[in-house]
Nanobody, 123 residues
Framework: QVFLAESGGGLVQAGGSLRLSCAAS????????MGWFRQAPGKEREYVAI????????FTRNSVKGRFTISRDNAKNTVYLQMNSLKPEDTAVYYC????????????????WGQGTQVTVSS
């Protein structure tokens, strides 16, 4: 099992930027495909981006494509989500998660989750 802890959330004005980090411990980080998910108030959790074990493949949901970038540093056991041009509709709790299933976006395939970090974008 891998243990995950997110950081970097906060309050930002629309158009601003934030970088989320997710530090992993436990099992070998580079064995895992990593994902970022988010859950807005009153809505279901949704996938935001995923990245393969060595970072060669990434997938990003359409609504954040061109604004959000997922990356990882296996030497630091950390995955990042760079968020630019933030919009009020990006307000949510952001979670990182780990899977060994494959490059999937269904959260049911992710076995390890962080506690989440709040991102609030004001208009």
């Amino acid at each position: 099992q891998v243990f995950l802890a997110e950081s970097g959330g906060g309050l930002v004005q629309a158009g601003g930027s934030l970088r989320l980090s997710c530090a992993a411990s436990g099992n070998t980080f580079s064995d895992y495909i990593m994902g970022w998910f988010r859950q807005a108030p009153g809505k279901e959790r949704e996938y935001v981006a995923i990245i393969s074990q060595r970072g060669r493949s990434t997938f990003t949901r359409n609504s954040v494509k061109g604004r959000f970038t997922i990356s990882r540093d296996n030497a630091k056991n950390t995955v990042y989500l760079q968020m630019n041009s933030l919009k009020p509709e990006d307000t949510a709790v952001y979670y990182c998660a780990a899977t060994t299933v494959g490059l999937v976006t269904n959260e049911s395939h992710f076995s390890s989750w962080g506690q989440g970090t709040q991102v609030t974008v004001s208009s």
